[in-house]
């Protein structure tokens, strides 16, 4: 579980969220829904401990990702 955390958290930061999130939902055998708000929790946590791993600011990051 935690190799799959760490190829999370490096997705997350790279911004690969259809990668991220198709991840979550073949680890956990969850739903799509479920599986964003996996991302985006863990997105959030990481933007809190490791806010100068990010590239993008927060608008940029979401920019032209609808859900």
Do not use: N
């Not at 964003?36 to 920019?63: A, I």
Request: aromatic letters at 14%.
């Amino acid at each position: 579980m935690s190799d799959e955390l760490d190829e999370l958290d490096d997705l997350v930061l790279q911004g690969q969220r259809i990668r991220g999130i198709k991840l979550i939902k073949d680890t956990f055998e969850c739903s799509l829904h479920e599986a964003l708000d996996y991302y985006v929790e863990r997105y959030r946590k990481l933007r809190l401990t490791r806010p100068d791993d990010f590239t993008e600011s927060h608008e940029e990051y979401w920019d032209g990702f609808y859900s």
